[in-house]
Nanobody
């Protein structure tokens, strides 16, 4: 009924930048929060950033001041600008969204995009 498609991952040197994008499609009546989580090898999934429908962001402590989340409601797309990347940012980044579909709210996840920070 709905899906999230991520783009923009890849390999970057420490100190570099990347921009991730995630587009939602399907029979979506409404979207509340959208954002990003990440999972590094042998670690649990952690919050990177979330943004509400009104535009208020919430960041994980490890990315504050370096990453910026934004959202284009007209395109049902969320972006993550990642600056000053560190090797510890290496992870699979998953897009997340909460949709109102079929009369109820549900959580949806993208397939994940790999971000590797290495020299």
């Amino acid at each position: 009924q709905a899906q999230l498609v991520e783009s923009g991952g890849g390999l970057v040197q420490p100190g570099g930048s990347l921009r991730l994008a995630c587009a939602a499609s399907g029979s979506i009546f409404s979207i509340s929060a959208m954002g990003w989580y990440r999972q590094a090898p042998r670690k649990g999934r952690e919050l990177v950033a979330l943004i509400g429908s009104g535009g208020s962001p919430n960041y994980g402590d490890s990315v504050k001041g370096r990453f910026t989340i934004s959202r284009d409601n007209a395109k049902n797309t969320v972006y993550l600008q990642m600056n000053s990347l560190k090797p510890e940012d290496t992870a699979v980044y998953y897009c997340y969204a909460r949709f109102f579909i079929g009369g109820r709210w549900d959580d949806y996840w993208g397939q994940g995009t790999q971000v590797t920070v290495s020299s």
